[in-house]
C-alpha cells in the first residue's frame, strides 16, 4: 500500500528496530532514524547487483517530490542506466559548473587582489558585485556569457542614473573575465567590446577654491587646525602636491628622496609611475613629520591602527572642522581643481606642464599615454613656484598679476 502525507508526517522511529523502514511502492520507502530523520530510498538491481540509490530528506523533499525522484530513476533504469551512477555524474557536473560560475570566478579575482587594494576598495567592488552583477550573471557559466547578457547588466545600473557605477561594473566584469582567461575558466572577455557602450557618465567637478584671497583665508585656517600631527601634515600638504587625495593618505616612506626632493609612486587609475618634484616647503613638512612616522610603514598612519593610513574620509572631516562645506566650497581632491586653475591663470603655466603634473593622460606626439619624466625641468620649476606663491597667499600678501605673467607683492 501507498504512504500517505499524514502516515509520513507522524511516523517515528520505533527504539526496538522493527516498522522503521515503510514502503510506499515501486522499492522506494521511507527509512526512520534514531536521530529523528527521515531518509527516502529505494532499492534496484542493476547489472546483477541490488544496489539502493537515496532520494532525499523528508520534510525537505515531499512524499510527491520523492516519488517522482523514483519515477525517474525507473526510466533510467529501463533505459539501461544505472541511475545512481548517472546521479554521481550529475552531482560532478553540478560542481564543475558551481566552480566555473561568473560568481565563483569574480569571487576568485576579488580574493587575489584583495591584499593589493584597500579594503573599503574591496568592499566596495564586492558590494556592486552583490547588487548589480551576481543575481543576474551569478549561477550563470562564464563560458555561457556573451557581451548583450554584460549590456544588459550595465543598461540596468545606467537606467536608475548610476552611470559612473555603470562603466566602473564593466570595467571590473572585464577583469574578472581576465582573470578567468588567466586560470583556464574561459576563453574570452566579452565586457572588453562594451567600451562605450553606456553614455559617458556627466562629470562632477569636486567643490574647489580657486580666488588667491579666499585660497589665502583657507591656508591661514589651518594653523589653527586642532586635529593630529599627521593629519595636520596631511592637510598642509594638500595644496602643496594636489595628489589625488587617495594617494597621498597612502603615501609610503619608502617612496620618498627627500634629500632629491622626488616622491615617486604608481597610480592605481593607470598603473603608470608618477613623479612628485617636492618643494621645500613640502621636504620641510615631510622632514618635522619623519620623526614622528618614519618607524612605520605610512607617512600619514591612522591614529587606532598605524599599520594602517588615514581614511579616506580624513582630509574631508578636516576641511568641515574648520567650517568649510565639502559640498560646496572645498574638498580633499578640490586641491588638484584649485592648483590647475591658479597655476594656468595666475603664474602663466603652460596647461601641458600643469597636466603632467596632475597624472592625467595627455598623449604625446609619440603617442604615449603617460611619460612620468616629461617636462620634469618645468615642472620642478613650477611646484617650487606654486609653493612660494602659497606661501605668500598665507602671509596675506596682495599678488598682482601682470602683462610679464609675473607676480609682484
Known amino acids: 500500500m501507498s504512504l500517505t502525507d499524514v502516515q509520513v508526517r507522524n511516523a517515528r522511529y ?60 525507473r526510466e533510467k533504469l529501463a533505459a539501461g542506466f544505472d541511475p545512481s551512477n548517472v546521479k554521481r555524474l550529475e552531482k560532478r557536473a553540478a560542481r564543475i559548473a558551481a566552480a566555473n560560475s561568473f560568481e565563483a570566478v569574480a569571487r576568485g579575482w576579488m580574493d587575489e587582489r584583495k591584499s593589493g587594494v584597500e579594503p573599503a576598495q574591496h568592499a566596495k567592488t564586492l558590494a556592486r558585485m552583490e547588487n548589480d552583477v551576481f543575481p543576474w550573471l551569478g549561477k550563470r557559466p562564464v563560458t555561457d556569457i556573451d557581451a548583450p547578457d554584460v549590456l544588459a547588466v550595465l543598461k540596468r545600473v545606467d537606467r536608475r542614473g548610476a552611470s559612473f557605477t555603470a562603466h566602473r561594473v564593466r570595467s571590473e566584469i572585464s577583469r ?50 586642532a586635529g593630529t600631527f599627521p593629519v595636520h601634515c596631511a592637510l598642509r600638504l594638500s595644496p602643496l602636491l594636489f595628489v589625488r587625495p587617495g594617494e597621498l ?54 591614529a587606532r591602527d598605524r599599520k594602517r593610513p588615514i581614511s579616506e574620509a580624513t582630509i574631508n572631516a578636516a576641511l568641515r572642522r574648520l567650517g568649510y562645506d565639502t559640498r560646496t566650497e572645498i574638498t580633499g581632491h578640490g586641491f588638484r581643481a584649485m592648483a590647475r586653475t591658479i597655476l594656468h591663470e595666475e603664474l602663466d603655466q603652460k596647461p601641458e606642464v600643469i597636466e603632467h603634473q596632475l597624472a592625467h593622460t595627455v598623449p604625446d606626439n609619440l603617442g604615449a599615454a603617460y611619460n612620468r619624466t616629461k617636462f620634469i625641468k618645468e615642472r620642478r620649476v613650477m611646484m617650487q613656484k606654486w609653493a612660494d606663491y602659497l606661501d605668500r597667499l598665507h602671509l596675506g600678501a596682495e599678488v598682482i598679476r601682470i602683462e610679464s605673467g609675473k607676480a609682484a607683492t
Open 176 to 225: 574578472v573575465f581576465r582573470y578567468g582567461i588567466k586560470e583556464g575558466h574561459c576563453k574570452a572577455d566579452p565586457a572588453r567590446d562594451l567600451v562605450g557602450a553606456i553614455p559617458p557618465a556627466q562629470t562632477t567637478h569636486f567643490a574647489s577654491i580657486t580666488e588667491p584671497a579666499k585660497v589665502g583665508e583657507m591656508l591661514r585656517a589651518f594653523d589653527g587646525f
Open 14 to 73: 520505533n527504539s526496538d528496530g522493527t516498522g522503521n523502514r515503510l514502503a510506499d511502492g515501486g522499492r522506494m520507502y521511507l527509512q526512520l532514524d534514531k536521530s529523528g530523520a527521515k531518509y527516502w530510498r529505494m532499492n534496484f538491481r542493476f547489472a546483477g547487483k541490488d544496489k539502493t540509490l537515496a532520494l532525499g530528506v523528508y520534510p525537505d523533499v515531499s512524499l510527491a517530490a520523492a516519488r517522482k525522484k523514483r519515477d525517474d530513476a
Open 249 to 302: 593618505r597612502r603615501a609610503e616612506w619608502s617612496q620618498f628622496d627627500l634629500d632629491k626632493g622626488e616622491w615617486r609612486y604608481l597610480v592605481t587609475k593607470t598603473e603608470t609611475e608618477h613623479l612628485v618634484p617636492l618643494s621645500t616647503q613640502s621636504v620641510a613638512i615631510l622632514r618635522e613629520l619623519h620623526a614622528l612616522t618614519s618607524t612605520g610603514h605610512y607617512v600619514f598612519p591612522g
